[in-house]
Structures are given as structure tokens and as C-alpha cells.
């Protein structure tokens, strides 16, 4: 387990240089001036000239791409803002605890509403509960969630005032934010629920346990829930990094001091060392995000498990098929 742990770190390398170069590709051949946007109407030619040198907007692509990764290979340095002048990991690291904090919340919500609608819907299927929750997701799936967020905005926090309409620094300022997030994710997990339910309920182990006198809520979730968790746990793990995603709207919607709402800003005024940091950490979180699936699915998927003990840094089960290649080569 431990080695496939780190050869997944390993591979992230150069899936993180990768988004790197992508994030710094589309920065440069972007059209504009970021010294047009920080700079005042007042400033000279020189001027202008004098601080893209500065910050190196006049070098080459490759000579900016390098400066990019050594600065955070090596010192940890995801480089200066353009607006304030101040650091970019600063910045960064203090706007994006909101960020997670709103994800995993949403997350949360979407576990507990999709995954038990998703059983009771399959347990009751082709009945009236099966159809009206199956319309109330499918209602669930096609609102966008900003308009959801502007709704719910006017409705409980201008006319009623249960809740606060900007911020998130308690409790009561994340129940909107996170139901506007959360009810598009729970449709779709219940949706993805259901289905693996159903396939898990028409298999023979589960036709033995109910002959065998099972406790039907023991058939439920040990044998059919347990068996059905492979496809939602990838399901959880697209919605969770979905919401990191979806929170740069949210937090616009809701005045959230995050990562989204950083990002937004920092493309107003051509802010690129924050844009590349913003886009690294959210791959990063990607990234960890999958690792994290895959540990998930050897906890509950005893061969999996058994699969991740056999491997090494060549792949599944890599001694034996080396031991095989020498064998091989020695009979030839």
C-alpha cells in the first residue's frame, strides 16, 4: 500500500507540470497588457515597459515557464502579485480554506441526501415514491446552481432574513452557500446511487442471503450497499472536485472571501501569478482528491486491497511478471 501511495505521488509530478504548462500557455498567447489594467491612464511608454521587464513579461515563454517551476520547486515561491505587490502563497493559502471548507460541506450534504434517497428509491422501484423522487432529481440536476444561490439569496436572506446574505464566518452563513451547491450534487448522487442498486439487488449473492433468512436491512446495506460503493465513491470524488470548481460562481453569488472569488478578481486585472497559483493548488487538490478514491476503494473492496499489495513501482503484481520475463528469457 505504501509504495503504490507513493507511486501515485510520483506520477502526480508530471501531471502537475503539465497543468503548469497549460495554465502558463494560455496566459501568454492571452491577449492584452496586464501593465494596461495595474498601471494608471498617467503612465508612460517607458513606464509600462520598464515594469512588464520587471516582472518578466518580456522574456520568452520558456524562460517565464522556467522561472514559474523553479520558483516553486525551490523556494516555495509562487510569485508576486501584480495588484498589491504582496505574496501569492500568502494570498492563496489564506483565501482557500473557504474554498475547502465550502466543498466539503456540500460534499457532506450530498453523501447523506443522494446516498440514502438513492437506496430508498431502488428499494421501492417502478412504485410512486421511485417516480416522484426520480422528478424531483431530474428537477434537481437541470437548475443551474447560481440561480438556485440567487433564489434562495432573496427568499430566506432579503425577504425573510433567516440568513445572512453575504460572508461565511459561521454556521449560519454556511446553510445557503452549501444548499445551493449541495442539491445538484445529491440529485446526481442519488441518481448514481439508485442505479448501482439496482444492479447490486439483481445478483445471486443477494438472492442466497434473503434464502438464508438475512435481516433485510442487513441485506441492504451490508451485502447490497457495500458491494454497490465502487461507482458512487467515483461519483463522490467528480462532485467533490466538481465543487471546488463551482465554488469561483458560488462565492461571486454569496460575497465568499475564497479561492473562486480570487480567481475571478485576479482575471479582471490580468493578475497571472495568482491565476497560475489558483489553477496549481486546485490541481493539486484534484490530484490527492483521486489518491484518496483509490485508498477508498481497497477499504471497501477487500480485492482491491489485495491488488495494491501486489504492486510496485512497474505495475500490478510487477515481481511476478519480471520473474516470468527472466524465465522466459532463460528458455530461449
Known amino acids: 500500500m505504501v509504495k503504490y501511495i507513493i507511486k501515485r505521488v510520483i506520477y502526480m509530478i508530471p501531471v502537475l507540470l503539465g497543468v503548469a504548462f497549460l495554465i502558463s500557455f494560455i496566459l501568454y498567447l492571452t491577449p492584452g497588457d496586464p501593465a494596461d489594467v495595474i498601471l494608471s491612464s498617467q503612465a508612460t511608454e517607458a513606464m509600462r515597459d520598464a515594469w512588464r521587464q520587471e516582472r518578466g513579461l518580456n522574456d520568452p515563454f520558456w524562460v517565464q515557464y522556467y522561472h514559474f517551476i523553479s520558483g516553486i520547486v525551490l523556494h516555495w515561491d509562487w510569485g508576486t502579485s501584480y495588484v498589491n505587490g504582496l505574496s501569492v502563497t500568502d494570498d492563496v493559502m489564506l483565501r482557500f480554506p473557504n474554498t475547502f471548507l465550502l466543498a466539503c460541506l456540500t460534499t457532506v450534504i450530498a453523501i447523506v441526501i443522494g446516498i440514502l434517497l438513492g437506496v430508498f428509491t431502488a428499494k421501492h422501484q417502478n412504485k410512486w415514491q421511485d417516480t416522484t423522487f426520480s422528478i424531483v432529481g431530474m428537477v434537481g440536476i437541470s437548475m443551474p446552481q447560481f440561480w438556485l444561490g440567487m433564489l434562495l439569496l432573496i427568499w430566506f436572506g432579503l425577504n425573510l432574513g433567516w440568513f445572512p446574505i453575504a460572508g461565511f464566518d459561521g454556521p449560519k452563513y454556511w446553510v445557503l452557500p452549501c ?154
Not at 184 to 194: D, G, S, V
Not at 213 to 242: D, K
Not at 275 to 283: E, F, H, R
Not at 302 to 312: E, G, H, L, T, W
Open 179 to 332: 444548499v445551493a451547491l449541495g442539491v445538484q450534487n445529491a440529485a446526481i448522487l442519488m441518481r448514481f446511487t439508485r442505479t448501482s442498486v439496482l444492479d447490486c439487488m439483481r445478483q445471486d449473492y443477494v438472492r442466497t442471503a434473503r434464502a438464508k433468512g438475512q435481516v433485510e436491512s442487513v441485506i441492504t446495506w451490508h451485502h447490497i450497499v457495500r458491494n454497490a460503493l465502487i461507482p458512487i465513491i467515483t461519483t463522490v470524488g467528480s462532485l467533490f472536485g466538481g465543487a471546488l470548481g463551482m465554488a469561483m460562481i458560488l462565492e461571486q453569488v454569496f460575497s465568499i472571501n475564497g479561492l473562486g472569488r480570487l480567481m475571478v478578481e485576479a482575471i479582471a486585472m490580468r493578475n497571472y501569478p495568482v491565476i497560475q497559483a489558483s489553477v496549481m493548488l486546485l490541481a493539486v487538490s484534484y490530484s490527492i482528491i483521486f489518491l484518496v478514491l483509490d485508498l477508498l476503494y481497497a477499504a471497501v473492496d477487500p480485492r482491491i486491497k489485495a491488488d495494491f499489495k501486489n504492486q510496485d513501482f512497474f505495475g500490478s503484481r510487477g515481481r511476478k511478471l519480471r520473474r516470468l520475463s527472466r524465465e522466459e528469457g532463460a528458455h530461449a
